[in-house]
């Protein structure tokens, strides 16, 4: 396909964002009215880590092994979708919410497009999932 071809052609991924955004929207407004008069709250792109990443102490070898740039870096970390605090157990449950268009019926997983699931799994890594199980008070 030429590029003029591409260029007038529908991207999945345009939907797929504008759903994405709309599935967000419908899950906070879900939350805020489901917990008023309760002991829980959400909030919205949570900021407690921002900066994760920022002071990770790291040997010499790997320093001169990546980029480095000039300016002073002061953000870079992650920011989950959302965070729901409950005031009474003080705890936090950081939340990403992921939608996965594309699922085609009756044909193989391939058939579909998205990766949500991939875009997840940072949240199920050993060292991310232990600083947000600490922060949010989880055992």
Do not use: C
Not at 84 to 105: A, C, H, M, P, S
Request: no cysteine; hydrophobic share 30%; proline share 4%.
């Amino acid at each position: 396909m030429g590029r003029i071809g591409l260029q007038s052609r529908a991207t999945w991924q345009d939907y797929s964002g504008e759903n994405a955004g709309v599935a967000e929207k419908q899950f906070y407004d879900v939350f805020t009215e489901h917990f008023k008069s309760t002991d829980f709250r959400i909030r919205s792109k949570p900021q407690e880590f921002k900066d994760i990443y920022v002071n990770v102490p790291l040997n010499e070898r790997v320093l001169s092994e990546i980029y480095t740039p000039e300016i002073e870096i002061t953000k870079h970390g992650i920011t989950p979708d959302y965070a729901i605090d409950n005031f009474k157990t003080k705890k936090t449950l950081y939340v990403e919410v992921k939608r996965q268009d594309g699922w085609v019926e009756d044909k193989p997983r391939s058939a579909g497009r998205g990766n949500a699931h991939e875009r997840s799994n940072k949240y199920f890594t050993p060292g991310l999932l232990k600083i947000l199980r600490e922060k949010g008070g989880l055992g």
